[in-house]
């Protein structure tokens, strides 16, 4: 029998008793009542003696053994043979992170834990006699089938098992499975949002139907006033008639079949919004599944700084999308290490400032409309917003009077900045400076933000503000330069329409007063860097987003404001890797793309920004007319997504789908230059580019080959039929693209 089916089964069910094993040791140690006490021992021995039974089925000695010995204390411990004190769980701990290091990596397991296995048994001195154990199973052999039994009593095993199941059956999805139905499920409301489209165009066509009906009856007294002869009039009514039963007919078709696509519409919706509803629902997982590890944690740092805590959990069933919990376990942890470590006191100093030994800490979670919102509380020291600013200085963040100028939030946030630590030492825990920047890095990742408060002596709180899920988002389209944008609607606080009187200037940067606070004012297509004026310069005034960044308001200028919508976020892909800001792309209904901007992240890297955007941009604004880029790439997904990038850094922007479209397109009109794939139907990259040397005669002309033809043998071959770049995909990235499209433009500087 092959059993490598029943490997990711046995690994998922041992994680998850491995979690009831650790739950039942620590709420146990929590000095629980003696029923309690009983219900959690009973839990724990339960659990391994599963792990134990499966491990033997599939042949996994070494996790069967380790399973055994715990079993084995447990069971004295539950007979009162053994005291669980603190060190005993410490080892019965550590056996379950032994039995979770081999799990995860069933059939091969890794050499040090195979290794580590006769030592921890034997450090557990488990004195029953291991029994021996069978490599794997065998099927048995063939047996002749035996007849049911003639009767069975109702308390019989028997009966009990052929019982109807009323229990809520679940069953294992892989997890791709479940992104593939919800992307499918993401394209169905696409597809709605087109459906709509076409609507709007059976509406157009009554309106031009109703003009017609006018015209014709204009036409009509028209010609009543004329005169005709018998005849004439006789055939002109005749023709008239016919018209009229045409016109009728048109219109009377074009009304019903506009009241059928609005019913079609209206059912449709529903039925689109119910799946994506519960297919939202298979995706969404508890957060206790990443809260379920912090009272572990907890413990074992307070242990290692030689301090005492408690943890708090509150919240434990408010859902997540699978992706975001993924992205912010090691944020949490980050923070949980942060507070025992930096923010707890030790007991002797606590019970000196008048509180108790042991210190709190306290984790919390609830839903708000489509955020969710996670708070980590200590009753520690709190952070001193003067030893930071000293601090920064000691580290040369920032000059001594400028760090003097900094507010109480503005200095809290200074912990953000990588590299920062108050930590004088480096510690196996903490003091590498490197655990604040990766929450604040991983929360712009997923459009979200972090706040930290803190009051010396009385404790800190670290909120986070998620979005629920990453695969749907609700988008803000609007109009930046000729470029239509995307923003995650959760992002945006507030939108304003900015008059150019109301602009002032502090320190050279624009701003507007609002709500009785001054807001920088930035612009979109600049910070983008497209080539052109601010909104306000082309409009007497235009709309603004405004935005939470870093605890403080920022209004982001746009052209207008387009639609907003639900839509489903499509990766970039790893052409696109190095691009934090650019967070996806949005299909539209037309089958277009517009590119989602992560608002946040790209304020935020605004010092990286300036040291390459800017460039860009000064090249563009001594030419006359942006420059003219064919684009060439059978993949639609790669043409429309190269156009976008090319049209916001300002340039006139033409696509083809293959070579011989290119070709068609090269001989109506000029172009600056060209950026193609390679492989693509009719006419390839290397043809392409051979072509417009020899047949079209265009020996000038700049021709960038994009492909994931890696070997020096394409690379040579791209050359010599006269490209003037070769960019391999694995090692692209859009700067790169943009500095070569400068260099052969002749626009660096």
């Known amino acids: 029998m092959d059993l490598t089916s029943f490997y990711a089964q046995f690994r998922d069910e041992t994680a998850d008793n491995l979690r009831i094993l650790n739950d039942a040791l620590l709420a146990i140690e929590g000095q629980a009542g003696e029923t309690l006490r009983r219900s959690e021992l009973d839990r724990a021995f339960r659990a391994v003696h599963t792990i134990k039974g499966s491990a ?49 990596a069933v059939p091969q397991m890794p050499a040090p834990a195979l290794a580590a296995v006769p030592e921890f048994v034997q450090a557990l001195g488990a004195a029953a006699p291991q029994p021996p154990l069978a490599v794997a199973p065998q099927p048995p052999p063939a047996a002749a089938p035996q007849p049911p039994p003639a009767a069975a009593s109702p308390s019989s095993p028997m009966l009990a098992e052929t019982a109807p199941r009323t229990a809520r059956q679940t069953v294992r999805v892989r997890v791709d499975r479940l992104d593939r139905l919800f992307n499918l499920a993401g394209e169905l409301a696409v597809n709605q949002q087109w459906l709509g489209e076409v609507g709007q165009e059976l509406y157009r066509l009554q309106e031009a139907v109703d003009r017609q009906q006018r015209a014709v009856q204009a036409l009509e007294q028209e010609l009543a006033r004329l005169r005709f002869s018998p005849t004439q009039r006789q055939a002109l009514d005749a023709r008239l008639t016919v018209l009229r039963d045409a016109q009728a007919a048109l219109a009377d078709l074009a009304q019903r079949q506009s009241d059928r696509l609005d019913r079609h519409l209206a059912r449709q919706q529903m039925l689109v919004k119910d799946l994506e509803q519960e297919v939202m629902a298979v995706r969404l997982l508890p957060i206790a599944t990443i809260f379920n590890s912090l009272p572990r944690l907890v413990r074992d740092l307070a242990a290692a700084t ?111 900045q990588p590299g920062f630590s108050t930590a004088r030492t480096v510690t196996e825990i903490s003091g590498r400076g490197v ?55 959760a992002t945006i606080r507030g939108i304003l329409w900015v008059r150019r009187d109301q602009v002032q200037l502090i320190d050279g940067q624009p701003t507007i007063a609002y709500q009785q606070r001054t807001v920088a004012l930035l612009s979109l297509a600049e910070l983008v860097g497209m080539n052109v004026d601010s909104p306000l310069a082309r409009h007497p005034r235009a709309p603004a987003l405004l935005l939470n960044v870093r605890q403080r308001r920022i209004a982001l200028l746009v052209d207008d404001l387009l639609d907003e919508r639900e839509a489903v976020v499509k990766p970039l892909g790893p052409l696109f890797a190095r691009r934090p800001a650019l967070s996806g792309a949005v299909q539209l209904g037309d089958g277009g793309l517009a590119l989602l901007i992560n608002p946040l992240q790209l304020i935020e890297g605004g010092a990286r920004r300036a040291a390459a955007l800017p460039v860009l941009s000064q090249s563009l604004r001594d ?51 060209v950026v193609s794939d390679i492989e693509m139907p009719r006419v390839d990259g290397f043809t392409l ?13 700049p021709v960038v080959l994009i492909t994931s033809l890696a070997s020096e043998e394409h690379r040579r071959r791209g050359l010599e039929a006269g490209a003037q770049a070769y ?13 070569v499209i400068q260099q052969l433009l002749g626009h660096e500087e």
């Open 306 to 416: 030689s301090k005492q805590a408690t943890i708090e959990i509150r919240g434990e069933t408010t859902e997540l999308d699978r992706k975001v919990l993924e992205l912010i376990s090691d944020p949490l942890v980050h923070l949980v290490r942060n507070a025992v470590d930096h923010g707890l006191e030790a007991p002797d100093e606590r019970v000196a400032a008048g509180k108790p030994p042991a210190g709190l800490i306290q984790i919390s979670a609830e839903s708000a409309g489509n955020e969710v919102r996670i708070q980590i509380r200590d009753d520690g020291r709190g952070i001193d917003p003067e030893r930071v600013r000293r601090r920064a200085v000691e580290l040369g963040m920032l000059a001594a009077e400028r760090a003097s100028q900094l507010d109480t939030q503005e200095a809290l946030d200074l912990i953000f």
């Open 435 to 489: 655990g604040m920047d990766i929450v604040r890095a991983n929360l712009l990742e997923l459009g979200g933000q972090v706040r930290v408060d803190s009051t010396v002596g009385q404790g800190t709180t670290v909120s986070l503000t998620i979005p629920l899920t990453l695969i749907t988002s609700r988008v803000l389209l609007v109009q930046a330069g000729r470029q239509m944008l995307a923003l995650p609607a």
């Open 56 to 104: 033997r089925m599939l042949g996994f000695d070494p996790i069967a053994q380790v399973a055994h010995a715990l079993e084995h204390v447990l069971g004295e411990i539950r007979q009162e043979r053994r005291a669980l004190d603190r060190p005993l769980a410490d080892v019965l701990l550590r056996g379950g992170d032994l039995i979770g290091q081999l799990a995860a």
């Open 623 to 673: 030419d006359p007319r942006p420059a003219r880029v064919l684009v060439v790439d059978d993949s639609f997904t790669t043409r429309e997504l190269l156009r976008s990038i090319l049209q916001s850094a300002g340039y006139d922007v033409t696509a083809a789908i293959d070579g011989a479209d290119a070709l068609d397109r090269l001989r109506s009109t000029t172009y600056d230059l």
């Open 689 to 701: 580019t051979t072509r417009i040397r020899r047949e079209l005669a265009l020996s000038e002309l």
């Open 727 to 739: 960019i391999v995909k694995s090692q692209f990235n859009q700067d790169s693209l943009l500095k």
